[in-house]
Structure formats: C-alpha cells, structure tokens
C-alpha cells in the first residue's frame, strides 16, 4: 500500500511535467491548430540553459530559472517569427506548417548536440532534496515543490487566460481568429504572447525535470515532448485544464507501469494510450467537439 | 476512342510511351549490369547504389502519402524496419534455399509491415487532421524501444548473421549483380505501380482528399477507405525497402531506423517535390550520392539538412518539380510547341 | 400489401411522389437549436428554393441532410428510404449532391477531374485493374472521359478540361462545382448560393442553366439564394427559415406577400 502510494506521487510529480509541457501544445494548437513539434525541443532549450546558468555561470537557482524562462519564451518567439508566420500568413496548408515544425525541432537538436556534443550533461542538486515524513510515507522534497510549482503555476496561468486582456484576446483568437482580429485584436501579437507563454511554461518543467532527473542530453525533449503531446491529445487539445488533467493521467500511467515492473514498455504504454482516445474519444476529455465548418 | 471503349485496349498513343521507357529502363539496366560485372563500378560504388534504389522505394512510397494523399508520416523509417526485420527472420530461420526464402521474405515484409500500417491508421485517418503525424512518430519510435527489448530480434545487440541472397560460396560480383538486379527492379515495380494507381480512379479519389477532404467526402469519395489504402500501400512498400536493406547490409542495429532516417526520406520527398514521383526519384539519388562527397561534414549533416527543410518549406513549398512530372513526351511536346509556335511567329512577320 | 394497392402505389410513384423528405428535423448545438421542426417535401424535378435572413439555418439544413451533422431529431427520407445515420459519402452515392457556399473545388487538379472524381463512386474497375492497366481500366476511363466532357460541355467548360480548377474565373468555378455535384448522377441537387457574387448578366445565365440541368438529368432542386429576383423567377415552391424555424412556405407569390416573412427581412437583420 506505501508503496503504491508512493507510485501514485511520483506518478503526479513526473505528470506536473508532463501537463506544463502539454500546456504549450494545447495553447499553441488552440490558436493556430499547429501542432508544433519543436516545443518537446524547447524542454531540453530549457535545461541547457538551467546548466549553463547553475554550473557553467555558476549563478544562484532564481536566477538560473529565470534566465531558462526568459531564454526559452524569447527562443520560442523567434521561432513562432521566423519559421511559422509567413506560412500562418498565407494559410499555407497544413502539412507545409508541419514540415517546418519539424525542421526546426531537428534544427534544435543537432544545434545543441553540435555547441554541447551528444554525451549526457549532469546537473545535480538543482532542488534541494531531502526526505519528508508524510504519514507513513517518506516522499522526496523534489517531488513536493514539483508538484507545488506546478499547480502554483496553473492557477496563474488560468488567472492570465480568464482575467486579463491579453488572456482575453488568447481566447477570443482560439475561438475565431476572423472575427477577433475584426474586433480589433491583433492575432500576431496574441500568437507571439502564447508562444512565449507555452515556451515559458517547458522551461519551468525544465527545471524541474532536471531536478527529478539530473542528466540532460540535446535528444532528452523528443521523447518528453511525444509523451506531452499525447496528454494534450488525451485532455482534449486546445483546452488548458485538458492539458493539466492529461498530463496528470499520463504522469500516473507511466509511474504504475514502472511499478507493475514493465518500466521497459512504459512508452509502448503510453502510445497504446494515445491510440485508445483516437479511437474512442478523440476530442479528448475535455475537448469541445468542434467541426469543420463547411 | 469509341473503338477503344469496346475493346479496352491501350490507346496507341500510350503504347508507344511505354515501349520506349521500357527500351530506356532495359538499356540502363543492362549498362550498369555491364559496368558491375566487368569491375569498372566497385563493390563500394555498387552497395551505394544498392543505398539509392532502397531510398528511391521509400521516397516515392513516401510520396504517396505525404505528397498526393497530404499527410505527414514521420516513422517510414519504422515500416521498414518492421520489414527489415521480418524478413531477416524469415531467410534466417525458415529453412528454405537463400534463393527461394528471400523472394518471400520480400513480400511477407511487405505484408507484415502493411498489417501494422492498418493497426496505426485505422485510429488515425478516421479522423480528419494531423493526428497520422504524431501517431506515425510515436510508431517509429516505440517500434524501436520494442525491437531492443525483444530477444529474438536481438535486441541492442542487433540483429547478426542474415544470410546473404545467393547461396553461400557465390563470388562478390555475382552477389553485387543480384543485389542490383533485385533492387534496380523492384524500385522499377515500385514506381511503376504507385505512378499507375495515382492515374487511376482510386488516385484521383487519394488527390481530391488532399485538395479538399469535405469535398471529397461530398462527391461520394468514402475518405477513410482511400486514406487508409494509400497509408497501407506506403507502409507495404517501406516493410519491402527493408527488406532489401536487412539483406544488403547483412545486420540489423535497432537503432538505424530512427527518428532522423525517417525525417531524411522525407526531406527527400520535400526537395524532390509533394507530389511529384519523378521528383522523388530525382531527389533520392542526389541525396544518397551527395554525402559521399561531404564526408567530412558528418556531424552536420542533419542541421543542414534540417535548415534545408525549413528553408524550402518558407521560400520554395513546391520543391524541384512541384506536382509536376518530368517526362520524355512532355518535354519534346514542350520542345515541338516551341517550334511550331516560332514557326508561326516568323510566318507572321 | 395486396397486389392491386401495390400498383396503386407505383401509379402514384410516376407522378409526384417526393423525391425527398424531411419530417421535424432539428439540431442542438450546445444547447442552442440551430434548426427546429424544418419540414418540407421535395418533388421529382421541382426547384425549390430555402430562404430567410443571415444565420437563419440554411447551410446547417444542408448539412443536415447531407450527413455533415446528424440530426437531434426528425426523419430525412430519399425517395422513401430513411437516409439518416449515413455517411456524407454514402448519401451522395444515394442520390444527394451539393455544392458550397465558399467554393470547395479541388484546386490544384484539372477541371475535368475534378468532374471524375465525383463519378468514381459509380466506376468499377479494381485498384489492381488500374495498376495493371486491364482491359476494365482502359475501357472506363474512355468511357468516363467522354461522359464527363459532355458535362463539361453542357456548362460550356469542355475548352477549360485540362486547366487547374484554381485558374478559372469565379463564375466558371461555380459553374464547375455544379457540373461536379451533377457528376455524382445525383436525384437531388443542393445549390448553396448558386448566384453569389455573380453579376445580374451571369445570374440571368444561370437561372437557364439550372432550368436547363433540371429537364435534362431529371434532377429535383434545392436551392439557397440571397438574390430575391432569381429566388422568385426560378423556384416552384420556397420555404422560408428564420431563427431555425420555418415561418412560411408556398409558392412564391405567397411568400412574397407573407407578412411573417417581410417582418423577418426587414425586422430581423
């Protein structure tokens, strides 16, 4: 039972990841219907940037996050500029946007692995780690502030979205880009805010990633950033509380699957999932259904 | 043409196009014959263009889906290792003589690789959007993870000791032959039947999916069908260039059928142009033959080509050859039009 | 049934037994009723035409009764047989066609296949016939291609066959989303502002051209239209929506006069 108990918080610490980085794919997704496939890329932009700052720079941890942050949400608006907004622009078809995306995903990747080389980066101790006694369980402080940081977050970003104007316009653009930029909303503006919200967000599951697992590599986000989207996919893509559920379920997927002793399938796992909401809900769980308009 | 409708028979004027790409495709292929056999072109030089007729099978077969049926697929490379592997095994354990194990390998990598296409594309192509992408990427990289784990398929270790296609003892250039000989021919058959089916009723209903899915569906186009057959027909061919690689390179590593192999037969796709099989052949052999004049950019070569692809998708979408195809007919028709048309011009003046 | 009251039947059936049916159709979305108790009978070559301001509920019936949505309720027959829970591809193969509001044409392929993909669904030939090039293929495909250039020609495109479809004038996409819909041997046609953006000398055209098809393939239409005076020169029969209901229906002299109905146009937008 403590054992399983234990599976279930670790569970919920690696799905906080998960949803923060399924947050960026569903923001992303909601307003340009792009499945960006350099965001998962955007993870492992963040802890390179958490080690440069920690161990190279050797600055504190607060300005190492904010360093990541900031990095990461000024990356992710240059790429948004760069490679997506002319083919958004021109309402390029979709499978030209999805080249892209995944062009600029490799372009990370070996970017990286060509300035850090290919062998893993050891980042240690970015989180202060000691055991706390939770009833009978003994849980891991990572685990904890993972877990705290993460739900801290996504009550401010549900703040940012339903109470502020620049939340405002994100919705009124995901709902109908046409018809909010006749209302006067700039949808570059909206576009360029929620790629640096969503860039932002990886970032801090960056940070926390490495504080779960201290070895970072220019591959680490591909995998991570597959598994994020598949939470999205699973929460109903393009809405944010979906993502946060998503991710948690995915989260407590892998975890028991690793407990039930087959942590070898835990990806084959975690795709059957994705097959499954395909086939049975693929609007997700908390997905609108919305149709085409014709 | 009334004559034709009753008889259906070729039109002659068809007749006489493939009889002279038939004449063309037996005079290369008896050339390079020639040119292996009497050891002008070496083993080296051979096993790559063993490389680039595998890589023209999985570009058009590619094509087929990302160019005419306008969905991403971002694990060909999967389906052939799917391929790869089950043929493998076949030659390895089945027992039969090298020479009759491997043309069945052949299509049971075909057809094995076809199976897992329908089991990724049934819950994907029901749906209307990217999901084939994601799901495609997820399925080359799971493939993988499985295929390590596995025992019989000799896991990280990879997969040693597949027989080579002519019973041992055989001498490397009649091996070189009969590798080229398989190969050369089966990405004729390959392009042959994915250029027929595009031109047919079942093609033309792949093309108007890619054009417009509502409308398609519309105009009585049953679009799940038509996007799962092309799907499938793709996977076939990728489980078939597998094979053909499992017994050219003569071991398997897991780790070759990667995410980056499956972006590279897609940039070649891309350069050759969405939707063009002559360009997809174009493309493929320039993009085998050319890291073997880069060898010493290895480290980069998939940052360039990864800038590559962003850069063509910004400026140049259509890539080499855009929809269109290059062919004999078409280019002395051109080259007639303009003679006729400057005729015309100086009778005018 | 007895055999007397069978051949009643089938007397009837030649003269005005509705092509199309649709008995309390309605739709839901999100707890707004889109379209509510929409009733009408369509017959055998009748043009009939689906008016009523902006956002009344027309394009939604169209999408009704083509599969795009499936009804909350009601009952949608063609030619007698419950057509409801099928597939949009299905019932076009029934007998339903349509064309779009904002022209859907498969832009990038030539006017003439863009008319024979629509009649792949009554084509026979296997896919492995056509890899093969089978003696099936060849004959109907000659055969297709004469069939569908004689569409075109009826439209006055048979000179256009080989450009892209995203190439022609506006006027003749329009014109080529109809010879397609017609390309499906369809019993019913559904015209989705046939007339918009057309000028008052392509609209008159037009209004022929639909006459013209009517007689010529025997097809029943239903037609949406903003432009009152082809309305009222084409149509046998109009049903008026507002707000997902309809308020009245008739010929068009009686519409015309309807109080309901010049309340709605003038009060409702």
Redesign the interface.
């Known amino acids: 039972m403590v054992e399983f108990l234990t599976q279930i918080i670790n569970g919920l610490s690696q799905g906080s990841i998960f949803a923060l980085v399924a947050l960026g794919y569903s923001m992303v997704y909601g307003i340009t219907q792009l499945i960006n496939f350099a965001h998962g890329d955007i993870i492992m932009v963040g802890a390179y940037a958490t080690y440069v700052m920690l161990i190279l720079a050797g600055t504190p941890l607060w300005a190492a996050i904010l360093a990541a942050v900031l990095f990461c949400a000024i990356v992710g608006v240059v790429i948004e500029q760069v490679a997506y907004q002319r083919l958004l622009n021109k309402n390029a078809p979709r499978i030209s946007l999805l080249i892209t995306a995944i062009g600029v995903s490799m372009l990370l990747q070996n970017l990286f692995q060509i300035i850090f080389k290919s062998d893993a980066k050891s980042v240690s101790n970015v989180l202060p780690s000691f055991p706390i006694p939770v009833g009978p369980l003994e849980i891991s402080s990572v685990t904890l502030i993972t877990i705290a940081t993460s739900v801290v977050i996504m009550v401010l970003l549900q703040l940012l979205v339903k109470k502020t104007r620049i939340g405002k316009a994100m919705r009124a653009t995901s709902e109908d880009a046409g018809a909010a930029k006749l209302m006067g909303i700039s949808s570059r503006n909206t576009i360029a805010f929620t790629f640096a919200v969503g860039s932002g967000l990886a970032a801090v599951g960056a940070v926390l990633y490495v504080g779960a697992y201290p070895s970072i590599t220019p591959y680490m986000g591909s995998l991570l950033g597959l598994k994020a989207f598949v939470a999205a996919v699973l929460g109903g893509i393009g809405s944010i509380p979906g993502a946060m559920i998503g991710g948690l379920l995915i989260g407590l997927a892998e975890s028991l699957t690793k407990a039930a002793g087959w942590s070898q399938i835990t990806d084959a796992v975690v795709f059957g999932i994705l097959i499954l909401v395909l086939l049975l809900k693929p609007t997700g769980l908390l997905g609108r259904n919305v149709k085409e308009k014709v | ?1 009334t004559n ?8 002659k004027s068809k007749l006489l196009s493939y009889a002279v790409n038939a004449a063309l495709l037996l005079i290369t292929y008896v050339l390079f014959f020639v040119l292996i056999a009497n050891g002008t072109i070496n083993r080296y030089t051979s096993g790559i263009m063993t490389t680039m007729f595998i890589n023209i099978i999985l570009t058009v077969s590619l094509n087929l889906v ?1 160019g005419f049926l ?3 697929v ?1 694990g060909h490379a999967g389906f052939m290792s799917v391929g790869a592997y089950t043929a493998a095994l076949f030659t390895l354990y089945s027992g039969l003589p090298i020479t009759i194990a491997f043309p069945i390998g052949i299509v049971l990598a075909g057809v094995v690789a076809a199976v897992f296409g329908v089991i ?1 594309g ?3 192509l ?3 959007g ?2 084939l ?3 495609t ?3 080359g ?2 493939i993988r ?2 295929i390590l ?1 596995c025992d019989f398929t000799g896991g990280a270790k990879g997969l040693r000791g597949i027989p080579t296609i002519l019973p041992q003892g055989s001498d490397a250039t009649s091996l070189s032959l009969a590798k080229y000989s398989y190969v050369f021919w089966l990405a004729v058959l390959t392009v042959v ?1 994915i250029w ?2 595009v ?7 792949v ?2 999916i890619r ?2 899915e ?10 799940t069908y038509y996007k799962l ?1 092309a799907f499938v027909m793709a996977a076939f061919f990728a489980g078939v260039a597998g094979s053909l690689y499992a017994h050219h390179i003569g071991v398997l590593d897991p780790s070759k059928f990667n ?2 192999y499956s ?1 590279e037969i ?1 940039l070649m796709a ?1 350069l050759g142009g ?1 939707g063009s099989i002559t360009g997809s052949i174009i493309a493929a052999v320039a993009l085998t033959i050319l890291p073997e004049f880069l060898r010493g950019f290895e ?2 070569r ?2 360039i ?3 590559i ?2 850069i063509v ?2 400026f140049k ?1 259509s890539g080499l050859m855009g ?1 269109h195809e290059f062919s004999l007919s078409g280019i002395l028709a051109r080259l007639s039009s303009k003679k006729s048309g400057a005729l015309k011009k100086g009778k005018g003046e | 049934m007895a055999l007397v009251e069978k051949e009643k039947l089938l007397q009837q059936d030649k003269t005005d037994r509705p092509v199309l049916e649709a008995e309390n159709l309605g739709i839901v979305f999100g707890g707004l009723h889109a379209v509510e108790d929409v009733h009408f009978s369509l017959r055998r070559e009748q043009i009939m035409g689906l008016i009523g301001p902006n956002g009344a509920g027309k394009t939604t019936v169209f999408n009704l009764l083509t599969g795009v949505y499936t009804p909350t309720t009601g009952q949608i027959k063609l030619e007698g047989q419950s057509i409801l829970g099928k597939k949009t591809y299905q019932i076009t193969k029934l007998g339903i066609a349509r064309t779009f509001q904002n022209i859907r044409l498969f832009k990038d392929m030539s006017v003439l296949d863009n008319v024979r993909v629509a009649m792949n669904q009554k084509m026979e030939y296997s896919a492995l016939a056509g890899i093969l090039g089978l003696p099936s293929y060849w004959r109907e495909e000659a055969a297709i291609e004469e069939k569908a250039m004689e569409l075109l020609s009826v439209f006055h495109l048979e000179n256009n066959a080989g450009d892209r479809a995203k190439n022609l004038p506006y006027g003749q996409q329009r014109k080529l989303e109809i010879a397609r819909a017609l390309a499906a041997d369809p019993k019913v046609l559904l015209l989705d502002e046939p007339a918009a953006g057309m000028n008052p000398t392509e609209t008159a055209e037009l209004m022929e051209t639909i006459k013209l098809i009517r007689d010529r393939f025997h097809v029943a239409v239903l037609l949406i239209e903003h432009d009152m005076s082809f309305v009222m020169g084409i149509c046998e029969h109009l049903v008026v929506l507002d707000y997902g209901r309809i308020i009245a229906s008739g010929s068009p002299e009686e519409v015309r006069t309807n109080p309901k109905v010049i309340a709605a146009y003038l009060g409702g937008e």
Do not use: C, N, W
Not at chain 2, 214 to 223: D, K, L, Q, Y
């Open positions: 043409m034709q409708k009753k008889t259906g028979l070729i039109p990302s306008g969905q991403l971002l990724i049934v819950p994907a029901r749906l209307r990217d999901y992408a994601i799901i990427l997820g399925f990289e799971i993870v499985i784990a039947i027929a089916f031109r047919s009723r079942h093609g033309r209903a093309i108007a054009e417009d509502i409308a398609a569906e519309a105009s009585g186009v049953h679009t057959f995410f980056d972006v897609l891309v969405l480290d980069y998939m940052l080509y990864a800038v692809l962003i998708m910004l979408p929809q």
